[in-house]
């Protein structure tokens, strides 16, 4: 955990503002409603939250106001997480950052504005996306699979979220990365234009899935 947030700061103050506002939202709903205290202690209340002060950074103009916003978003993530436990016999996984995502980005960004590009993709240089079957760029498209997590696209990020995730369990880190390589792939294959290959938007969801 610590890890990940140093990598978030690294990103961006605001992003680890956002970030931290989102846990607490969410894990201040998880301590009075969640039923199984296990599943609150290991902290599965709280990264709802994590992903949709991520969001909210991602593609929001900045502002102080989305500070307090991401509070109650997050907060948001923990009752519909516990709506799904209690009403749902699916587990809800990243459901409850989807659902809140889709209400509250559109509206923030139509309040503050969007940011200028696609979630800080201007982080891959215009070399690297010109020839996608070259060395360096299959692997920049790979290592911004796994730094897309953090929704950046910045390779040396990513190298440190499949560390962080070793940190947890090395076959888990080898799961990761054969998704972040299998997704890469997948994208090369189905001929996908090289600037999105390259900023890693098509291999974020694979590793999520592993």
Do not use: D, K
């Not at 690294?10 to 009075?32: F, Y």
């Not at 969640?34 to 939250?49: D, K, L, P, V």
């Not at 002060?53 to 509070?71: D, K, M, R, T």
């Amino acid at each position: 955990g610590v890890a990940f947030l140093l990598l978030v700061l690294a990103a961006s103050p605001a992003a680890a503002a956002l970030c931290v506002a989102g846990i607490l939202g969410a894990t201040l709903c998880a301590s009075r409603l969640e039923r199984n205290t296990e599943a609150y202690f290991e902290g599965a209340g709280g990264f709802n939250g994590a992903l949709l002060g991520l969001a909210l950074w991602a593609f929001v103009e900045w502002s102080w106001v989305l500070v307090p916003l991401a509070v109650v978003g997050g907060a948001a993530t923990g009752l519909v997480r516990v709506g799904f436990l209690r009403r749902i016999p699916l587990p809800p996984l990243t459901a409850p950052y989807v659902i809140v995502g889709w209400i509250m980005v559109p509206i923030c960004t139509a309040w503050f504005g969007a940011v200028a590009a696609e979630p800080h993709a201007g982080a891959v240089a215009e070399a690297v996306v010109e020839e996608a079957a070259s060395a360096s760029a299959s692997a920049i498209g790979i290592l911004n699979g796994a730094s897309q997590v953090l929704f950046l696209a910045v390779p040396w990020i990513g190298v440190l979220v499949v560390v962080a995730v070793g940190l947890h369990s090395r076959s888990a880190a080898i799961w990761v990365g054969l998704s972040a390589v299998l997704s890469w792939l997948m994208a090369i294959g189905c001929g996908m234009e090289p600037n999105l290959v390259a900023s890693g938007l098509l291999g974020y969801n694979a590793m999520i899935l592993a």
